[in-house]
């Protein structure tokens, strides 16, 4: 059975003092471990997807990087904006007429100050 | 961009009654979409693959009969929650893929389900 386990739960952070999320998983084969960012009662919004250990994805202040058994999201700089739920999920390479499903963690909370 | 919507975004019915989400990817095809059940405060949990023109395939431990799903084009895919009951109340959110671009999956924004 696919596991996602995100760590730490909960990240409290002042504006400008970098961090990283962890995102420890095991799957029958990774097709891709995907990053999303939740804001309260909306969907999840697409960050990043990465596909094989070594990969490495820039978008603004965040660069997220894969091995063989996790993924960090780092961000540099952070901004009170960038609260939210960060959320990482893994694809399995899997057929079958669930192709595609993602297996989600439980997600980081990050808070950010000014 | 690849934009999906829900609706509605709330709705808030009676027990015994049926509520029916749409989730509609709007700027491409998706052959498979998906529908998620989230906690406050707790992840998303699939629920069903939803794939354009079969039945759907329901994880362990939903209910096929309580929460019908139909995807009859590219664009479109229905969540009918059947006599609904206060535990049902949820946030729902719908997924697709869009088949040949890495694979990639986008979400709708929810929906809010109470059922009083």
């Known amino acids: 059975e696919d596991q996602v386990t995100q760590s730490p739960e909960a990240l409290r952070l002042q504006e400008g003092e970098s961090s990283s999320l962890n995102c420890s998983y095991t799957?029958?084969?990774?097709?891709?471990l995907f990053w999303y960012r939740q804001d309260p009662g909306k969907g999840p919004e697409f960050l990043f997807t990465l596909y094989s250990a070594g990969e490495e994805k820039e978008k603004e202040r965040l660069k997220a990087t894969l091995t063989k058994k996790e993924s960090f999201l780092h961000i540099t700089a952070p901004k009170p904006e960038d609260s939210a739920t960060y959320l990482c999920?893994?694809?399995?390479?899997?057929?079958?007429?669930?192709?595609?499903?993602?297996?989600f963690g439980q997600g980081t909370i990050l808070t950010v100050h000014p | 961009g690849a934009v999906v919507s829900q609706h509605p975004s709330r709705v808030i019915c009676k027990s015994g009654t049926s509520v029916k989400i749409e989730c509609r990817s709007l700027?491409?095809?998706?052959?498979?979409m998906f529908w998620y059940r989230q906690f406050p405060k707790k992840s998303l949990m699939l629920m069903a693959t939803s794939n354009e023109g079969s039945k759907a395939t329901y994880e362990q431990g939903v209910e096929k009969d309580k929460f019908l799903i139909n995807h009859a084009s590219l664009t479109l895919s229905t969540l009918t929650v059947t006599s609904a009951h206060p535990e049902d109340s949820s946030f729902y959110i719908c997924?697709?893929?869009?088949?040949?671009?890495?694979?990639?999956?986008?979400f709708g924004p929810g929906t809010r389900l109470t059922v009083l």
């Open positions: 997924s697709a893929r869009r088949a040949g671009v890495n694979n990639e999956q986008f």
């Open positions: 799957v029958s084969g990774l097709r891709g």
């Open positions: 700027d491409f095809q998706a052959t498979t």
């Open positions: 999920a893994v694809q399995a390479d899997t057929g079958g007429t669930s192709y595609g499903k993602l297996t």
